[in-house]
Structures are given as C-alpha cells and as structure tokens.
C-alpha cells in the first residue's frame, strides 16, 4: 500500500516529516519519541562508521574489476591510471557525502539529499530504481562473487557448476537478510570482523606483490601503455568497473540517524577509510601484474585466486575463503544501509508504510530489509554478472551526480544552511560532471543495458503519480493496494 507523501514545504524549501501513527520523528529533529515508542538507537561509532565503508567497498570489487578495468582500457599502464583517478574520484564525491552528512542529519542518504535539494518527485524515483534495479542487482553481484569464491577450494580441479554458485550464493543472500532482521548491534560487530578479514586478503596479496618487485619481477610492466587500443567508448566501462570498485563511501549517510556525533564521526570515517582503499586498491593492482600477465588476467574468473596459487602452494586455499568472507562483509554492510533508506522513505509516504515498522524487541527494521529477498532472487537466477554491474551502474551514477549536483543547488538556495563540514566548489562540480558524462557516454558504449536501465528508471515518474499523487483513486483500485 502505497500513501501520499506526508511531507510539508517550508519556506527554506526543506521537507518536514509527518507525525501520523506509525511515523517516527528524526532523531535530530528535537522531538522526543513518546514514552513507548521504538526508535532506532545511536549505535554507530567511528569504528563502526570506518568498518561499514571500508567492509561495504573491498568486497568483490577488487577481485572482479581488474578484468573489466583491462578489458575496456586494453592496457596495463592505463588500467592502473583508471584505478588511481576512480580513487580520487571516489574520494570527491566522498567528501561531497561528507558535507551532506553534516548539514543534513537524516538517515536515506541520495534519497534525502534529493528530496531536499529538488522535491518529492525525483526522490521517488530514486528510491523506486533503488528498489526494483539498483540494489538488488547490486547484491545479486556482490553474492555471486561469494559464491563462487566459497566454492572455489572445493572444486580446484575443475569448472564450478553454475547453479552450485547460485545455490550457494542464495543460502548466504538469507543468511545476511536475517542477520540483519535480528540484531543491529551483531550485525555492526559481524560487520568490523569481516573488515579485518578483507584487509588481511588485501595484505596476502599485496606483500607477496612487493617482495616480487623488489626481486625485479617487472616484465609486465614493460611497455605499460602498449597493447590494444582501447576505444572512447569503452572508458566508461572501465570506469564504471572502477567506480563500482569503489562504491559504498555512500553507506554511512544511509544510517547518519544512528551515527554517535555525526558532525565528526561522518567526514572523520569517509577520509579515513577512503585513503586505507585507494591505496590499497592500486597496490593490489600493481601485485596482480608482478605475476599474472594482462592475457592471463583476462582469461581468469577469480584473479585473487590465481595470483594465489602462482605464488603460495597450498596456502593458496586461504585467499578464495578470505575474499568469500570480504564479499560477505559487503553484502552484509550493503543490506544493513539501504534497509534504512527504504525505512526513511516509507516514514517520508513514498513506499508502503510496513516498510517503517521498527521490531519492539529486536530494534531493527525488519520488513525494510526482507522486501529486497525475493527481487534479489530474482537478479541472481536470471542475469549475468558482468550484465547486470552495466545495468545498475547507469541508474546508480545518474542518481549519484544528481545528488551531488544537489549539494551545489544547496548552497544556492540555502547559503545560511549549518555546514560544519565544507568542500572546495570545484570538487562537487567536477564529480557532478564525471558522473552525468559516464552516464551520457554508456548509453552509446552499451545501449542494450543502459537503456533498459533508463527506461526502468522513466516507470517511476507514472508510478509517483498513480500511488503518490493520484488521491481520488476508485475503490477497486485501493482495494487492488490493500488499502
């Protein structure tokens, strides 16, 4: 059941949230929960705050990009100036974040920051293309890669059978949903021990890397920019690969409500764990090619895994469980900031109002995360990996720039708005820019997925409508809606 959004207009142009039954009140709004009422509690510390980015980042990422990275630039020297200007990149529209976070304390992340910057509208959308495409894609990826790596010591020998990964992958897609059902403070402590266990697989290949350096193992190198030209239309596939990489700077604003002091903690935990990723990216990159040639890369499903057994024998069967759990780790600090983006939205009127129900018991929100379970599902057994990074890259980065774009609106139409994080103007201006020309180039690049993207996209303009805006439906109507 959809309802209209109960948000009002104020003359500074930002939106106030309803207090109907149900509703719950900002917890920096300054209105104190009714004696009785569940509230989602501050239980996000710096540490926390550093492991959800840094445990929702490294996950597949680093060990599935650098084949779409030199598949798209066709080099070794200019796959790796891909991964440096991604990280730098990524760092600006951090920081972008960053600010945001600071200035407008609400849990929702790009959602919010639309719905303040530009209205109702186009918020909708953003959260209608998160719910039907961005995140369960986005999961179905991250999974698939555990599943297979999961799977990969026991099948050393031979090909791993689709539908075991997908099997597999299915049992741990569960697995993350009721963990994050049960406990937020599990989850959070789940969440810190499967970032250092992704530090460690990102240490296990970059040390051997440096010692195979410092050996001279540098042939790979030779020549960095030599090899197949790579086509202008196949950057933005690069750089979407990268910036997927990347992606999960974001997640910290998806929970700012629960941030213990927001103010410090969101740009403290952004630039920390940021510089800890780009570089351990880049020199995970450069460890890649100390052994593994660029047609040897290309021609591996599990990179990580053959460097691994190059280099260490038998303790080659540790690094696929250690990029297993890191996935896991994305997985799970992924389910636990979207949820509560659906969460805000419902608690804004924009999707059904059992998406803002909070468990008396357990504290969490419970059906905001197990209404992504049967769309995942659905991603995994029907799409392929590579197809569906394309197909949610469009829609995540159209509304990425959009909402950083915002930030500029922002200081515009509301320069007495309490910063007490700032950037430098350049910065989202740039990154704005980035993001919105990736967009434009991929639909020339890969018509077929982008477009599907964008069309999906264009549904939730009728959909805002007809279960937002639209009040006098008939009665078989709100009937058909459960109303």
Known sequence: MFRKAAVSTVSNGSYLQGQANGRLPSMDSGQPAREGKVVLKKKVTLLRGIS?????????????????????????????????????????????YAELGTCIKKSGGHYTYILEAFGPLPAFVRVWV????????????????FGRYILEPFFMQCEIPELAIKLITAVGITLVMVLNSTSVSWSARIQIFLTFCKLVAILIIIVPGVIQLIKGETQHFKNAFAGNDASVMGLPLAFYSG???????FYLNFVTEEVENPEKNIPLAICISMIIVTVGYVLTNVAYFTTIS????????????TFAERLMGNFSLAVPVFVALSCFGSMNGGIFAVSRMF???????HLPEILSMIHVRKHTP??????LHPLTMIMLFTGDLYSLLNFLSFARWLFIGLVVAGLIYLR?????MPRPFKVPLFIPALFSFTCLFMVALSLYSDPMNTGIGFAITLTGVPA????????????????????
Do not use: H, Q
């Open 464 to 483: 805002y409508y007809l279960f937002i805006v639209w009040d006098k439906k008939p009665k078989w109507f709100r009937k058909l809606l459960g109303r």
């Open 412 to 416: 515009y139409k509301r320069p007495d």
């Open 343 to 349: 969460f805000v939205a419902s608690r804004e009127g």
């Open 294 to 305: 660029a047609g040897e890369l290309l021609l591996s499903k599990a990179v990580a895994v």
């Open 366 to 371: 419970l059906p905001a995360v197990i209404v």
């Open 52 to 96: 959800i980015i840094i445990g929702t980042i490294i996950g597949a990422g680093i060990f599935i990009s650098p084949k779409g990275i030199l598949k798209n630039t066709g080099s070794v020297g200019m796959s790796l100036t891909v991964w440096t200007v991604c990280g730098i990149l990524s760092l600006f529209g951090a920081l972008c």
């Open 243 to 249: 910036m997927y990489a990347y992606s999960g700077w």
């Open 130 to 145: 998160e719910l039907l495409i961005i995140r369960p894609a986005a999961t179905a990826v991250i999974s698939l890669a």
